[in-house]
Nanobody, 124 residues
Framework: QVQLVESGGGLVQAGDSLRLSCRASERTFSNYAMGWFRQAPGKEREFVAAISWNGGRLGYADSVKGRFTISRDNAKNTVYLQMNSLKPEDTAVYYC?????????????????WGQGTQVTVSS
């Protein structure tokens, strides 16, 4: 069982930056592809970004390309989401997810483990 704990959310103004972190309990963290998803009130959970087990492949939603960067540090069992030029429409609860294997997917159902989420609120 992999436990994921997100941190770094908060209330910011449009144009500001935040860095989310997600630390995993699993010692074999490097065996997992990782993803970030978000869910706004009244909306479905949507894909934000993902990274392969070794960081060699990255994927982003069109809405965040050029503004968000996903990275990972396998020595620290941690995946990050650097969010720049934040917009009010980025407001949501952000979740990290883990999937055993080297490939990432854009679909939430393909991930095996989830964190509890961290709130990001961007004011205009």
């Amino acid at each position: 069982q992999v436990q994921l704990v997100e941190s770094g959310g908060g209330l910011v103004q449009a144009g500001d930056s935040l860095r989310l972190s997600c630390r995993a309990s699993e010692r074999t963290f490097s065996n997992y592809a990782m993803g970030w998803f978000r869910q706004a009130p009244g909306k479905e959970r949507e894909f934000v970004a993902a990274i392969s087990w070794n960081g060699g492949r990255l994927g982003y939603a069109d809405s965040v390309k050029g503004r968000f960067t996903i990275s990972r540090d396998n020595a620290k069992n941690t995946v990050y989401l650097q969010m720049n030029s934040l917009k009010p429409e980025d407001t949501a609860v952000y979740y990290c997810a883990a999937r055993l294997g080297d490939n990432y997917y854009y679909t939430a159902a393909r991930y095996d483990y989830w964190g509890q989420g961290t709130q990001v609120t961007v004011s205009s």
